[in-house]
T-cell receptor, first 114, second 114 residues
């Protein structure tokens, strides 16, 4: 069974640019969540999508956005990049259901903003 | 007060010893609790999930939950050098635990010395 696939794995951007990251969840998983991990702030929740609808949103500025497609694949976009956006962006998928909110993480996309 | 707190460590134990990792959370109505392990340069992987008060054992790992004290712990018996990693406590804060939104602690770094 294939795991959560994130692309690209590494990318370098400059301030002011925008970036789009992609996530393919485990087959059958309809919930996709995005997290940002930095050494200073740790793992922070960005947003969650389920059935193409955003269910939850973390405390990030509007420059961070996402969407989910009918096949459950998800993308997140960061516009007008800032140096502080340098981080590991992790996507996680889950089945959801009674007691089934166990997240499986992808390998992550490491973004460096210069 | 942070929503999920862990001692950052490092926690150093000799091989074969019991490692005890602790976590406290702020929201009394939280219902789902998780321990993730993260090796350096890798993404988090689920070790244990626990939803009810008491102990839950899985191999060398035991999770303990005390909702009255808002406390969850992870015990690793017969610690091995391969257990050296950062251990992340995660909580579904509040009601509606069937979501992909988890609040993570900063993580405890465990070092198991041969």
């Amino acid at each position: 069974k294939a795991g959560v696939t994130q692309t690209p794995r590494y990318l370098i951007k400059t301030r002011g640019q925008q970036v789009t990251l992609s996530c393919s969840p485990i087959s059958g998983h309809r919930s996709v969540s995005w997290y940002q991990q930095t050494p200073g702030q740790g793992l922070q929740f960005l947003f969650e999508y389920f059935s193409e609808t955003q269910r939850n949103k973390g405390n990030f500025p509007g420059r961070f956005s996402g969407r989910q497609f009918s096949n459950s694949r998800s993308e997140m976009n960061v516009s007008t990049l800032e140096l502080g956006d340098s981080a590991l962006y992790l996507c996680a998928s889950s089945l959801l259901g009674a007691g089934a909110n166990v997240l499986t993480f992808g390998a992550g996309s490491r973004l460096t903003v210069l | 007060q942070k929503e999920v707190e862990q001692n950052s460590g490092p926690l150093s134990v000799p091989e074969g010893a019991i490692a005890s990792l602790n976590c406290t959370y702020s929201d009394r109505v939280s219902q789902s609790f998780f321990w993730y392990r993260q090796y350096s340069g890798k993404s988090p992987e689920l070790i244990m999930s626990i939803y009810s008060n008491g102990d839950k054992e899985d191999g060398r790992f035991t999770a303990q939950l005390n909702k009255a004290s808002q406390y969850v712990s992870l015990l690793i018996r017969d610690s091995q050098p391969s257990d050296s990693a950062t251990y992340l406590c995660a909580v579904n804060i509040g009601l509606g635990s069937n979501t992909g939104k988890l609040i993570f602690g900063q993580g405890t770094t465990l070092q198991v010395k041969p």
